[in-house]
């Protein structure tokens, strides 16, 4: 089975500084991880994906992410907050043969001036 | 959110009435997913589709949800009778093939009174 946890509900940065989100997952095959983001009102929108080729992901808007097998993580950083990333952000996971995703509960991220 | 048309965008219906929600991918795709997003639940896969035949409706709560998807232009979710607790957001999401990521519609807010 597999699942994934956001270590944080909600996440408060201020403008210029970097952003960490955190996520961990756990899966029996060889996953494939996504990082979407939702704003206000808005569908869920990709940012980036983790599907068994480099280790070190970027996204789109500055965003990138890195899979680490050995601490089953993959968290999601950027160097700068900007005020349009404040966003729910969630981290997702399929594992290798099969294709339904698995949400996590979600990061609110919030940008302050 | 291109490539995914969902209508209506906002349902408020009387406790007890059918609601039929639509969604149109525009885009060439394998898989379609309906999913329901709720505060308490966060994102729940209700069912889903590979090349028009449903493969999945274990998420499905119950028999009052039904879903269809005629043809690949179009899926519809339907539910009768409706309840409060129906009451969420329920996105349709398509990928053109394996590793590619969902792409999501804006979704539909159901409030059901």
């Known amino acids: 089975a597999q699942s994934v946890t956001q270590l944080d509900s909600h996440v408060s940065v201020s403008e210029g500084t970097p952003v960490l989100l955190r996520c961990n997952y756990s899966?029996?095959?060889?996953?494939?991880l996504f990082w979407y983001v939702q704003h206000p009102n808005k569908g869920l929108q990709l940012l980036l994906k983790y599907t068994s080729a480099a280790t070190l992901v970027k996204g789109i808007n500055g965003f990138e992410a890195e899979f680490k097998k050995s601490e089953t993580s993959f968290h999601l950083t950027k160097p700068s907050a900007h005020m349009s990333d404040a966003a729910e952000y969630f981290c997702?996971?399929?594992?290798?043969?099969?294709?339904?995703?698995?949400f996590g509960t979600g990061t609110q991220l919030k940008v302050e001036l | 959110d291109a490539g995914v048309i969902q209508s209506p965008r906002h349902e408020v219906t009387e406790m007890g009435q059918e609601v039929t929600l639509r969604c149109k991918p525009i885009?060439?795709?394998?898989?379609l997913f309906w999913y329901r997003q709720t505060m308490m639940r966060g994102l729940e896969l209700l069912i889903y589709f590979n090349n028009n035949v449903p493969i999945d409706d274990s998420g499905m709560p119950e028999d009052r949800f039904s879903a269809k998807m005629p043809n690949a232009s179009f899926s519809t979710l339907k539910i009768q009778p409706s309840e409060p607790r129906d009451s969420a957001v329920y996105f349709c999401?398509?990928?053109?093939?394996?590793?590619?990521?969902?792409?999501f519609g804006s979704g539909t807010r159901l409030t059901v009174v």
């Open positions: 999401a398509i990928e053109p093939g394996r590793h590619y990521g969902y792409t």
């Open positions: 885009s060439g795709h394998d898989y």
């Open positions: 899966s029996s095959y060889s996953p494939s």
């Open positions: 997702v996971v399929r594992e290798g043969g099969g294709n339904k995703l698995t």
